[in-house]
């Protein structure tokens, strides 16, 4: 084996699975095996996990939808603005998430900028569910377009322009030839942008508030439960994180394994 | 040099230095207190001579964060309720009630908002956007308590995780009213505020931590009428 | 306009590059010349790659084009097939005669067994064949072929080149290659223009 490394590589490596691998252990350590049942039905658990499941997969689409277009922009960009854009989609990773929820507030609020003309419309997004999708996409989102424009910028333009000699309209090279050759970076991407959106609470606490079955979702309720009930507080953050790594292993596997069998040759 | 000094630094700041070598006495205390806790501060290091710091939470976290060794000489919470969990867990001394604080109406400048004069007011107004704390904090529980006692229901738009950012939708402008304590109203004279007829208050109280000496002579302050000065100051009112 | 025997005129200025050279008016041209000499540039500004390029065509521009570049860049998410279709799609012909010429081109540059593999996932010089295949594939009136036998094995090579020359002379087509190999103008009976 040409790439094994040498051992004190496995050593320094054992030190951030040690640390990011001691709390979920200690997690699933503490969960109250006898009444598990119990704390997974109540109708707190199951509203906030319904309604985390609902808001995180419609984040996830919006990212997808409106990421797709924004990601391709940035990465055929080189101008100014092209900078300045992509910094400001940085900008929600930086932020302490409270602050994004301010943010939001201040933007779409009732008396926010935009806010107060959706207000006038009778369009109210604190406090509804739509404003947990919204501050949930507002987190998630730079994981989605930095991933899909990084692919971008690092596919081949010679593919494009192979098609466009063929005959093909740019949206067409697009659809056709670009985002199937990019296909596991979206895919990666928009499982990035789940993740993080299924774990949000600070954004969504300060933007949509806290209201069983409205707007408490996973993290809420777990939040809310520490101080009512610690061990059901437990089971749901177990749920949670046994949701999240199932899907990232099962995921990951599958769509780096892609990856790596393309790259080989 | 330069790095014996840089390693002096750096003790500092793991062991935390005061500008002296005065002892250092950490008082845990629940967030209701931010806004009270500069003038205790003084108050207390010029009666002791020590070099207080505070560190605030939420009250329901102070058992978890004692049963794991959190560095506190003193703990005040906001609610009894709390402060009983931590005498029966044997953490804490026989404790002190310091305050009382009553619950009251805060609200925006917004039509609905101006047109609330009463509890009563504020749970026909079907369109106002109301928040509440949740019913596992403090303020919470004593808002239910509130709500039952007078026979009311209310359907709040948010119930949040505390009374800070309850209190922080109001100034904002998101939402036309909520139920804080009487000492957040008075840190906001710009919000209007509505007194509740046969309000609900919490009594909250100080202990010192078990077997703590420091704990014991801040306590000795904290109950003295120097202190209920500096806390009636702040709106607090006489347990 | 037609009859003029100079089929288009390019003028090319880059950096670290000067192209000024005459396409004649004849079914196979070649572009040789040595390493650096432009061979790729040539073919790139006949393609409408280059947007600084001037390229003058007195017997009028071509409809279509078909294009295998040196690197041959079959597209990686799709397989042999439906790169050998993409340029039918384009080009918006109907899917059932797509079907059906897909099928001869795979046959035509003796692929038929790999039509569903995945570029990665077959030799150089099958990634080559298909990208001929895909380049002919609408029959365009001009196609651009860079180095287009190079990665076949010498074994197969002249009969593939022998049956992708006589598929672009029966279509009509004007064929512009860049090529090394003097085998390449012999089969093609090409014009053979220099690049210097």
């Given amino acids: 084996m040409i790439n094994r490394p040498p051992p004190w590589v496995f050593a320094l490596a054992a030190v951030p699975a040690v640390v990011l691998g001691a709390p979920l252990a200690a997690l699933l350590w503490r969960l109250p095996w006898s009444n598990l049942g119990g704390a997974l039905t109540s109708d707190a658990a199951t509203s906030a996990l319904g309604l985390s499941l609902v808001t995180s997969l419609a984040a996830t689409a919006l990212c997808v939808v409106f990421g797709l277009p924004l990601a391709w922009l940035l990465s055929t960009g080189t101008g100014v603005t ?17 602050v994004g929820g301010v943010a939001l507030l201040l933007a779409f609020g009732r008396r926010g900028v935009v806010g107060q003309w959706l207000a006038d419309a009778g369009i109210q997004l604190s406090f509804s569910t739509a404003g947990v999708v919204l501050a949930q996409s507002f987190v998630a989102l730079p994981f989605f377009v930095l991933s899909v424009e990084a692919a971008l910028r690092q596919l081949d333009t010679e593919f494009a322009e192979v098609a466009h000699v063929h005959g093909a309209s740019p949206i067409r090279v697009f659809t056709s030839v670009t985002l199937p050759s990019i296909a596991p970076a979206i895919a990666a991407g928009a499982v990035l942008a789940w993740a993080r959106a299924i774990g949000e609470f600070g954004a969504t606490v300060t933007f949509a508030g806290s209201l069983e079955g409205r707007t408490q979702t996973l993290p809420l309720a777990v939040y809310d439960l520490l101080e009512r009930d610690p061990s059901e507080a437990v089971v749901l953050s177990a749920v949670l994180v046994v949701l999240a790594v199932a899907v990232l292993v099962a995921l990951r596997d599958r769509w780096f394994g892609v990856l790596r069998s393309e790259v080989q040759r | ?151 009311l229901t209310l359907s709040p738009a948010s119930r949040e995780p505390n009374v800070r950012a309850t209190l922080t939708k109001v100034i904002l402008g998101e939402a036309d009213a909520a139920i804080v304590y009487r000492t957040d109203a008075q840190a906001r004279p710009d919000l209007r505020s509505v007194e509740i007829v046969d309000s609900v208050s919490v009594v909250g109280r100080a202990a010192a931590v078990t077997g703590d000496a420091d704990g014991t002579r801040v306590m000795r302050v904290l109950s003295g009428s120097a202190a209920a000065d500096v806390l009636s100051e702040a709106g607090f009112q006489a347990p | 306009m037609t009859g003029s025997r100079v089929a288009a005129s390019v003028e090319f200025a880059r950096s670290d590059l000067q192209l000024k050279f005459d396409v004649p008016d004849a079914p196979f041209v070649a572009l040789t010349g040595l390493n650096g000499s432009g061979k790729t540039s040539a073919l790139r500004c006949l393609a409408g790659l280059e947007p600084a390029a001037k390229v003058d065509w007195p017997n009028g521009a071509p409809d279509s ?44 540059v003796d692929i038929s067994a790999l039509g569903n593999r995945r570029p990665h996932e077959v030799s150089g010089g099958q990634r080559q ?3 001929l295949a895909r380049a002919i594939a609408a029959t365009p009136s ?9 990665a076949i094995d010498v074994d197969s090579r002249a009969r593939v080149r022998e049956r992708i020359v006589d598929h672009i002379a029966e279509s009509g087509a004007r064929c512009v290659m860049a090529t090394h190999d003097p085998e390449d103008l012999a089969a093609s009976n090409a014009v053979h223009i220099v690049l210097t």
Avoid: H
């Fill in chain 1, 82 to 98: 092209t900078r300045i854009v992509r910094a400001l989609c940085l900008l929600p990773i930086v932020l302490p998430p409270v």
């Fill in chain 2, 1 to 151: 040099m330069s790095r014996r000094l840089f390693g002096a630094l750096a003790l500092c700041w793991v062991a935390g230095c005061g500008g002296s070598d005065q002892p250092t006495v950490d008082v845990l205390a629940a967030s209701s207190y931010t806004d009270v806790a500069d003038e205790l501060e003084s108050l207390l290091e010029d009666e002791l001579d020590v070099n207080i710091r505070f560190s605030f939470g939420s009250s329901g976290t102070f058992l978890e964060q004692l049963n794991q060794g959190a560095p506190a000489s003193v703990v005040v919470t906001a609610n009894d309720e709390t402060m009983r969990r931590l005498e029966s867990a044997g953490l804490v001394e026989a404790s002190t009630a310091i305050t009382r604080n009553e619950l009251i109406i805060v609200t925006a400048d917004t039509t609905i908002g101006q047109s609330i004069n009463s509890l009563a007011d504020l749970a026909a107004a079907a369109d106002a956007v109301t928040v509440v704390c949740t019913s596992s904090a403090p303020c919470g529980a004593a808002t239910d308590q509130l709500l039952e006692q007078a026979g």
């Fill in chain 3, 65 to 108: 084009r078909g294009y295998l570049p040196q690197r041959i860049m079959l597209y990686p998410a799709m397989s042999l097939a439906d790169n050998i279709a993409s340029s039918m799609r384009f080009a918006g012909l109907d899917k059932s005669s797509i079907a059906t010429r897909t099928a001869e081109l795979l046959d035509l």
């Fill in chain 3, 129 to 131: 064949r298909a990208g």
């Fill in chain 3, 142 to 150: 001009l196609l651009l072929l860079d180095e287009p036998f190079s």
